[in-house]
């Protein structure tokens, strides 16, 4: 499996300890089993969160679902990020993904970041979540934005649905957005990637099971899971925008983010794909509390930047 981007080498102190804690964790019969298939994700209830200082929250509510509004300080009105969260389609909004948002939003330098809280598996199966994330997309088309200044950005399955809703906009003739980042997408609903087996002891969150959300796959329905909608790697990302990819080494879901960045590649499209040593599925979620996320988020930044440059030639280019 090709790797690019990051230097393999170790994971961190930081990073192998909160690893290790997560896979003991994990191993828990009950509770662990729970946060594996992602019972625990259907019901989890927070506090309110509380934006840091200087940011300012707005609901927006549509007729299917809810969506927030993150600004920071003086706004960046170049870009918008649509952020569409992670969570195997089973999981709602969360705290970890409006940190997430407000990350995007000081590393983009006032960019504003809408997330929606898109309806959810096994009471909303495929294509509730798409067509979701499509009408977000429409809102923002609507508000004045052009397609040239939405950048898209998910974690998992939101990732996936990132890339789904890229392919979509494609086969509708409707203007794709002008760059994507995926954090560990969740592109291939067959599991049939290769790190499935080679990963399978190896990943804390999702490892030495079969019940487990990558299996389950509770979105998926009825449908095709070779579906483009539901799988972008089996789709075609001919004229897709530039496009940053993370992964962990450790995650089972590796070779969903590698398959697609090799794919993307021959097709045509810039990419930068980057593997973190000894990392597991979405470690960004860390923030900084270990180097390797801290490396991540630094990356996202500067593709941001990169984005926000004033010609789109310059900006593609060093993502080769």
């Given at each position: 499996?090709?790797?690019?981007?990051?230097?393999?080498?170790?994971?961190?102190?930081?990073?192998?300890?909160?690893r290790e804690l997560i896979a003991r964790f994990t191993s828990d019969h009950l509770i662990g089993k729970k946060i594996k298939n992602g019972e625990l994700r259907k019901k989890l209830v927070e506090p309110p969160w509380i934006p840091p200082q200087g940011f300012h929250v707005t609901e927006i509510n549509l007729e299917n679902f809810t969506m927030e509004w993150l600004s920071w300080g003086k706004i960046n009105p170049k870009k918008v990020i649509l952020q569409l969260h992670g969570g195997g389609y089973v999981g709602k909004m969360r705290n970890a993904y409006r940190n997430f948002a407000?990350?995007?939003?000081?590393?983009?330098?006032?960019?504003?970041?809408?997330?929606?809280?898109?309806?959810?598996?096994p009471e909303e199966p495929y294509p509730a979540a798409l067509e979701d994330a499509f009408e977000a997309?429409?809102?923002l088309l609507k508000e004045g934005y052009e397609s040239s200044q939405i950048i898209l950005a998910g974690d998992s399955a939101g990732?996936?649905?990132?890339l789904a809703l890229t392919m979509?906009?494609?086969?509708?003739?409707?203007?794709?957005?002008?760059?994507?980042?995926a954090m560990s997408p969740w592109t291939d609903m067959t599991a049939s990637g290769e790190s499935y087996e080679s990963n399978y002891h190896l990943d804390p969150l999702f490892g030495n099971t079969k019940d487990s959300l990558i299996y389950n796959r509770d979105y998926l329905g009825l449908e095709d899971p070779k579906n483009p909608y539901v799988s972008p790697l089996f789709g075609d990302f001919t004229g897709f925008p530039p496009?940053?990819?993370?992964?962990?080494?450790?995650?089972?879901?590796?070779?969903d983010s590698a398959l697609v960045a090799e794919k993307a590649k021959k097709q045509g499209v810039k990419v930068r794909f980057s593997v973190y040593e000894g990392m597991f599925h979405v470690f960004q979620m860390a923030m900084f509390l270990m180097p390797e996320s801290k490396k991540a988020w630094r990356e996202a930044g500067r593709f941001?930047?990169?984005?926000?440059?004033?010609?789109?030639?310059?900006?593609?280019?060093?993502l080769d």
């Amino acid at each position: 499996m090709r790797r690019t981007g990051v230097k393999e080498r170790e994971a961190s102190i930081q990073g192998t300890v909160i690893r290790e804690l997560i896979a003991r964790f994990t191993s828990d019969h009950l509770i662990g089993k729970k946060i594996k298939n992602g019972e625990l994700r259907k019901k989890l209830v927070e506090p309110p969160w509380i934006p840091p200082q200087g940011f300012h929250v707005t609901e927006i509510n549509l007729e299917n679902f809810t969506m927030e509004w993150l600004s920071w300080g003086k706004i960046n009105p170049k870009k918008v990020i649509l952020q569409l969260h992670g969570g195997g389609y089973v999981g709602k909004m969360r705290n970890a993904y409006r940190n997430f948002a407000a990350a995007y939003c000081e590393l983009g330098h006032g960019i504003c970041v809408l997330t929606i809280d898109y309806r959810v598996a096994p009471e909303e199966p495929y294509p509730a979540a798409l067509e979701d994330a499509f009408e977000a997309y429409q809102w923002l088309l609507k508000e004045g934005y052009e397609s040239s200044q939405i950048i898209l950005a998910g974690d998992s399955a939101g990732g996936g649905l990132a890339l789904a809703l890229t392919m979509y906009l494609k086969d509708n003739g409707i203007p794709l957005p002008c760059g994507i980042i995926a954090m560990s997408p969740w592109t291939d609903m067959t599991a049939s990637g290769e790190s499935y087996e080679s990963n399978y002891h190896l990943d804390p969150l999702f490892g030495n099971t079969k019940d487990s959300l990558i299996y389950n796959r509770d979105y998926l329905g009825l449908e095709d899971p070779k579906n483009p909608y539901v799988s972008p790697l089996f789709g075609d990302f001919t004229g897709f925008p530039p496009m940053l990819i993370q992964a962990g080494s450790y995650e089972m879901l590796l070779s969903d983010s590698a398959l697609v960045a090799e794919k993307a590649k021959k097709q045509g499209v810039k990419v930068r794909f980057s593997v973190y040593e000894g990392m597991f599925h979405v470690f960004q979620m860390a923030m900084f509390l270990m180097p390797e996320s801290k490396k991540a988020w630094r990356e996202a930044g500067r593709f941001l930047e990169l984005l926000c440059e004033e010609e789109k030639e310059e900006a593609a280019d060093p993502l080769d």
